[in-house]
């Protein structure tokens, strides 16, 4: 660390990818020796055991996986219950699920074990967070309020009053990122006029670690197999509907699950909290500037329905780690520029045609247009048949192959 500066690293942010970028670095010989810390002002406590599943909860790939077994985070989180999800079926609206206008894709055809896992986003966190602490990680429980970006380093200003310095700042703060609004960084995007529900529900019938998720013309509705037998939702829908689902009672939500889902799971019974968020697409126009670099949704923010988020999120940590771990090896300081780059265009040439394919899979689904969905249903019935096709699009989600960083590759 260079004389004057407080941290080699200051990570604004200690979500699941904020998290997961200090266990990385702290985990890696090349970066072990760097001081990091980690700036979260709401810093969560791993869940109680007899605490019910959280509703916040995401499918997490095998790439992933490998990274959180990597920092030695996984044994926490499968000790809470991580839900494996071992095949998955997706129908149109107008289709029925397995049968005409459906796709199912199963681990088993791949030989994999599970295609992935539903984990709570709080056991990630908190699992993450511990073991980076572990591994002397600091985390202030501050916030962020102003940022200087100099060409030796960067100048943080805290709530609190502090001031910090580092050789480099990690922007992981959100989709609302403040830090990248504080940089100047543009971002492209819209709003779907989508709220995404979600609550967790008791299906009738076992959901056999099978994910489910229906197109409906206002949304899809996804139902995916938690650990304890319930299924965490996920219905995308109209704000004006997203309100009317969150004032039902119990009995009439489940119901309103129940018929939109078709039953597959049989009758569905609602009892716990729910919750609605906001769906959009961010794309920041850049990742870094000097001594910034920005990861998960402050760079990129995706519909859910490809259940991918955080994927891409722990995607960006890995790079960033790997991109500076080669740096910091040759003698580079933590903010070496010409590394930030290298993770911009890497993780720019991942991040952009995966978020291409899922903004299109959201617009080809939510139309009510005839032609439309019966073309939607033939090219679904025509993909189910074509084994290759599957095969090839279940190994990108499992996020084990292509431009994927090290720790995650097969
Ligand atoms: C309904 C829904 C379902 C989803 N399901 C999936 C799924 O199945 N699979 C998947 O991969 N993804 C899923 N996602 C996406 C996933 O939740 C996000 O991609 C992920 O949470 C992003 O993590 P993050 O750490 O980048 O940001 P966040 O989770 O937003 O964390 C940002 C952190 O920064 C902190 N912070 C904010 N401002 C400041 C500041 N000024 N100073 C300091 N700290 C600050 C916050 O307190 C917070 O802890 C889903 C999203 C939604 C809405």
Same mark, same amino acid.
């Given at each position: ?132 602490? %572990?591994?002397?990680? =600091? ?34 703060? &959100? ?11 543009? =971002?492209? &995007? ?55 689902? #969150? ?10 699950? =129940? %018929? ?51 994927? #891409? ?98």
């Amino acid at each position: 660390m260079k004389a004057g500066q407080d941290f080699d690293v200051v990570i604004v942010g200690g979500g699941m990818v904020g998290a997961a970028v200090a266990a990385l670095l702290a985990t890696q010989r090349a970066t072990a020796r760097l001081s990091i810390a980690v700036l979260e002002p709401r810093p969560v406590a791993p869940p109680l055991a007899d605490e019910p599943f959280d509703i916040r909860v995401s499918a997490v790939s095998r790439g992933s996986q490998r990274l959180l077994e990597h920092v030695g985070a996984w044994p926490a989180i499968a000790a809470r219950g991580a839900g494996p999800y071992r095949r998955m079926v997706v129908w149109d609206a107008a289709g029925s699920a397995g049968g005409e206008g459906s796709i199912s894709f199963d681990a088993a055809d791949l030989g994999e074990p599970d295609l992935g896992h539903l984990c709570e986003n709080r056991a990630i966190q908190a699992a993450l967070t511990e073991r980076a602490m %572990e591994l002397g990680v =600091t985390l202030l429980r501050a916030n962020v309020e102003g940022l200087e970006l100099g060409a030796e380093a960067a100048q943080l200003a805290l709530g609190d009053g502090r001031r910090l310095s580092a050789a480099l700042v990690v922007a992981a703060d &959100g989709a609302d990122s403040a830090i990248r609004g504080m940089a100047g960084i543009d =971002t492209k &995007g819209w709003a779907y006029g989508q709220h995404g529900v979600v609550a967790n529900l008791q299906p009738a019938l076992p959901h056999g670690e099978t994910a489910y998720q229906r197109f409906l013309p206002t949304g899809p509705l996804a139902l995916l197999p938690l650990a304890d037998g319930r299924v965490s939702i996920v219905w995308s829908t109209t704000q004006a509907e997203a309100e009317s689902l #969150l004032a039902l009672d119990d009995a009439a939500f489940g119901m309103r699950v =129940t %018929e939109a889902s078709c039953a597959v799971l049989g009758e569905l019974a609602a009892s716990g909290p729910r919750g609605a968020f906001p769906l959009r697409l961010i794309h920041a126009l850049e990742y870094t500037r000097p001594r910034l670099a920005l990861v998960g949704d402050a760079a990129h923010a995706v519909h859910p329905l490809a259940g991918q988020g955080v994927n #891409l999120g722990f995607m960006d940590a890995a790079a960033l780690a790997e991109v500076l771990g080669q740096s910091v090896a040759t003698g580079a300081d933590a903010g070496d520029p010409r590394a930030l780059r290298r993770y911009e265009r890497w993780r720019k040439a991942e991040n952009l045609p995966a978020m291409a394919m899922f903004d299109g899979l959201k617009r080809l689904f939510s139309n009510s247009d005839p032609v439309l969905s019966w073309a939607r249903r033939s090219g679904l019935s025509f993909f189910d048949a074509a084994a290759p096709v599957k095969r090839l699009l279940m190994r990108r989600a499992l996020g084990t192959v292509g431009d994927v960083p090290a720790i995650m590759r097969r």
